[in-house]
């Protein structure tokens, strides 16, 4: 869903880079597009069930991921890059 819509977001044109990195005992996956970024007055909610900016749209979707993401201990965060996109910063724990 996180690359869906920033897939979304972009258009036809932009760049999407995923990258991850390990913290401790901890992996944190980063999601950064050019898209058109996300509102300010909507940073808050992005995770609210049925809470959407688009038209043609549930509102479920970052709601499922973060439900997905908090079943396994984790995290994630939406940040707004002014203009230039979105981030969205996943942590979860390792499994050793």
């Known amino acids: 869903n996180i690359i869906l819509n920033a897939v979304d977001a972009m258009g036809k044109k932009g760049n999407l880079i995923i990258t991850t990195k390990k913290i401790k005992e901890k992996m944190q996956i980063t999601?950064?597009?050019?898209?058109?970024?996300?509102?300010?007055?909507?940073?808050?909610?992005?995770?609210?069930?049925f809470y959407t900016s688009k038209t043609k749209g549930t509102g479920l979707g970052l709601t499922i991921a973060n439900r997905i993401i908090e079943?396994?201990?984790?995290?994630?965060?939406?940040?707004?890059?002014?203009?230039?996109?979105?981030?969205?910063?996943?942590?979860?724990?390792?499994?050793?």
């Open 71 to 96: 079943s396994h201990k984790g995290i994630i965060e939406g940040k707004n890059n002014k203009n230039k996109g979105a981030s969205f910063i996943i942590i979860l724990p390792c499994i050793n």
């Open 31 to 49: 999601f950064k597009d050019t898209g058109i970024g996300i509102p300010e007055e909507a940073i808050n909610k992005i995770f609210t069930p």
